[in-house]
């Protein structure tokens, strides 16, 4: 083919071939690698913000708010109209706390607490220290808003407090005695370095600081572990829809005042427990909530006025060629069919028969 045309076409299509290898690895591959790179930047940023702004992205455990505990039940506001009943199961499971960070103040059910503060001072402090805390129980344990907010609380307080600490070291202050029993720190360690060793790790003498991420997982997990973390039931309560009655009791559409009672005082007498009043709360756990029923009076039909009446027409004189009224007289010519049935002419015309005979 050279000799023919002159051109090495073989090495023509090596230098076009390197051309094309060379541009895809300095422009092609390049640009593709960015594209990808914004792609996942622009996805893990679409994540977050549903994570941090829907209720959907934080998951079905999230919590906005508590609104009713006692003993081994929580009542939670979702944000989204629907309350979320939990019981059973250990505090560190109802609270979303797996570290079971405690924030003591006085007139808590722990009778074993010291401190003068009030709660409000207390969940202060504890919202200040980490993020996603709503509120405390009645014990002062802390309530997060999520499950990974309170794993992220319980690993800022291992790394923050007791980074420069091993584990035997950071237990004794860690896990201390309440209403909930006497800490034993020997087995509690014994039972994270058990979990630890099952999968190929050894995190004895080493400090938290220094423990790698596998590490530090097994520190976690151990400890979740050791305290008993155990799921109890969860029941969601969506938002009931207000069903409208009429009724013909006047009484049902008057305001409380109306009868001399002050508001708040009607209020209390129907609802002497507010969390009750705010969310129809059952009777007994696990019961449905009741639905509010509201009334109104009876709709009347609108009445409407009879029209005006129409006067009558006044009379109308019309003159034909005159200012005068005088009475006319009309001529006319006599007409080939007399107005007597008797005549002929009419009998054909009202029988709709026919003649030429004219009489």
Request: some cysteine.
């Amino acid at each position: 083919m050279k000799d023919k045309t002159g051109i090495d076409v073989k090495a023509e299509v090596k230098n076009a071939y390197d051309d094309v290898v060379k541009y895809t690895a300095d422009e092609v591959i390049p640009s593709l690698v960015d594209l990808k790179n914004k792609g996942v930047d622009a996805a893990g940023k679409g994540a977050q913000w549903v994570g941090e702004n829907t209720t959907v992205g934080k998951g079905v455990g999230y919590i906005k708010s508590l609104l009713h505990t006692e003993g081994k039940t929580r009542v939670y506001d979702k944000g989204d109209g629907s309350t979320e009943t939990r019981e059973g199961g250990t505090v560190a499971w109802r609270n979303n706390n797996p570290g079971n960070l405690k924030f003591e103040y006085a007139g808590s059910a722990d009778k074993t607490v010291k401190s003068k503060r009030t709660k409000e001072q207390a969940l202060l402090s504890a919202q200040k220290a980490y993020d996603g805390v709503v509120d405390l129980d009645q014990w002062g344990n802390a309530i997060f808003n999520t499950e990974d907010a309170g794993k992220d609380a319980k690993a800022k307080l291992l790394t923050k407090k007791h980074g420069d600490k091993t584990i035997e070291e950071m237990l004794p202050k860690y896990a201390v005695s309440d209403y909930s029993g006497t800490a034993d720190t020997q087995a509690y360690a014994a039972g994270i370095h058990k979990l630890a060793a099952s999968r190929g790790l050894d995190l004895k003498g080493k400090k938290i600081s220094d423990l790698n991420s596998d590490e530090f997982n097994a520190l976690m997990d151990g400890m979740k572990k050791v305290e008993g973390f155990k799921e109890g039931s969860v029941s969601i309560q969506k938002p009931e829809t207000a069903v409208a009655s009429i009724s013909n009791d006047p009484t049902q559409s008057k305001a409380p005042e109306a009868f001399g009672v002050a508001s708040d005082t009607f209020a209390a007498a129907n609802n002497p427990d507010p969390y009750r009043s705010l969310n129809s709360f059952m009777t007994a756990p696990g019961c449905a909530a009741q639905v509010q029923v509201a009334s109104a009076p009876p709709v009347k039909p609108p009445v409407f006025l009879p029209p005006p009446a129409i006067p009558e027409a006044p009379p109308i004189i019309e003159p034909l060629a005159s200012n005068s009224s005088r009475n006319m007289t009309v001529s006319m010519p006599a007409s080939d069919v007399g107005q007597d049935i008797k005549d002929r002419s009419i009998a054909h015309i009202v029988t709709g028969g026919y003649s030429s005979y004219r009489g």
